[in-house]
């Protein structure tokens, strides 16, 4: 039985992994289970699962999961540095970390440091800081194992074979609610709309990103560490039925691709169990239901966050930290309707152009950079008319 700690358990990866652990209780047991501010999902998982651990972020909500879980033996903790210090715990075999953002980070390298093997559905800390994460991961022997769905698509199809032989990897996209809209439409789009994801259930901010490609740009960056990669062996490709989950080329010219459901639940659960495969009772994809795959070019210049991302990723340094530090922003302030869909493509393009590019840049430059940016980006928002920067 592994212990897995789950960070970020009651966001949409997180709730699916404890579905995946309560169908294979033979398999796994969460140790430790963390939140950032849901009291009350924290302690309803607590008190089924029976974790080691209950961290909630919220430090105001500390005595409230304190006191729902004081009759059982769970160590109820509070902040940021309580899972920083409790995920190197001796008795961890897995982490998985979803926690939302650049928040990420931290944990994942402390978890990388104690040598846990990190199954990674926080696409962000590769983004930000991944020469650093893949070098350490190296240097402790820990497999980064993915779960975001095209990746591990990715990562499937290469199993067995040899990376030096990868001609290029196509990731595929959706093409989220907007798909096809022109920018005058998108300039006037609204929050709900944008969270109306026609094949996927996930959380506000990566359905905001998948609506406006972002979501695409940060896996493209992702995959490039994860599979030691150029930019130019990464393409993307808009297949809106989202059943082919990416593929693979080889040298040879031979294309592989995995195939399946859109059910975020497989993807987490291979990279729990691979290279192993456990039997499940998901539905089964059935080609007779879907007669017409089809496939087409992404709209870059509409969707521009795609562009600005594999221009981050053509730079190089602390640029994608600065583009994700950034777009955090300004979905955020989208998801409050204080900014437009397509002026968070502005802001992050002008915290480009603005902040300082730091070409070999140290972790300590990645957190500075990160808050940064996040400062001038706020400030971007707050001090230009909604119209303005849509224009």
């Not at 990420?104 to 926080?122: F, R, W």
């Not at 300082?356 to 430059?365: A, N, T, V």
Request: with cysteine; proline share 4%; glycine share 6%.
């Amino acid at each position: 039985m592994r212990s897995i700690a789950i960070l970020g358990s009651t966001g949409s990866i997180g709730t699916q992994t404890l579905e995946v652990i309560r169908d294979n209780s033979q398999l796994f047991r969460p140790f430790m289970l963390t939140a950032h501010s849901n009291a009350y999902l924290l302690i309803e998982q607590a008190i089924e699962f029976v974790p080691r651990y209950a961290i909630i972020c919220d430090n105001a909500k500390y005595q409230q999961v304190k006191e729902a879980l004081a009759h059982l033996p769970i160590t109820v903790m509070s902040g940021h540095q309580a899972i920083k210090e409790t995920v190197t715990h001796p008795d961890i075999d897995i982490v998985l970390t979803a926690m939302v953002g650049f928040a990420g980070l931290e944990p994942t390298i402390e978890a990388i440091k104690a040598g846990k093997d990190i199954a990674l559905a926080n696409k962000e800390t590769l983004v930000v800081a991944g020469e650093i994460i893949t070098t350490l991961a190296k240097k402790h022997n820990v497999k980064i194992l993915p779960v975001d769905s095209e990746h591990s698509a990715i990562f499937q199809c290469l199993a067995g074979e040899d990376y030096s032989k990868i001609e290029k990897i196509i990731i595929t996209a959706s093409g989220g609610p907007f798909r096809g809209k022109t920018s005058d439409f998108l300039a006037g789009v609204t929050r709900e709309q944008a969270l109306k994801h026609p094949n996927w259930v996930m959380g506000a901010k990566i359905t905001i990103d998948s609506a406006s490609l972002m979501n695409k740009g940060l896996e493209v960056i992702e995959a490039k560490w994860l599979f030691d990669l150029r930019a130019d062996q990464i393409d993307v490709i808009v297949h809106p039925q989202s059943i082919v989950h990416s593929l693979v080329q080889f040298a040879d010219g031979s294309i592989k691709a995995q195939m399946g459901l859109p059910d975020m639940k497989l993807p987490i659960q291979y990279a729990l169990t691979c290279p192993n495969r456990v039997k499940t009772n998901y539905k089964r994809f059935n080609f007779m239901d879907y007669p017409n795959l089809t496939f087409e070019k992404p709209d870059m210049d509409t969707f521009r966050n795609l562009k600005l991302a594999y221009e981050a990723l053509n730079r190089g340094g602390n640029m994608p930290c600065i583009i994700n530090a950034a777009n955090e922003v300004a979905v955020a302030a989208f998801l409050k309707n204080e900014t437009g869909f397509l002026a968070m493509s502005d802001v992050i393009e002008t915290c480009m152009q603005k902040i300082s590019f730091i070409k070999e840049p140290s972790l300590h430059d990645y957190l500075n950079t990160d808050k940064e940016t996040r400062i001038f980006a706020q400030n971007l928002i707050q001090q230009m008319p909604l119209k303005a920067i849509q224009s």
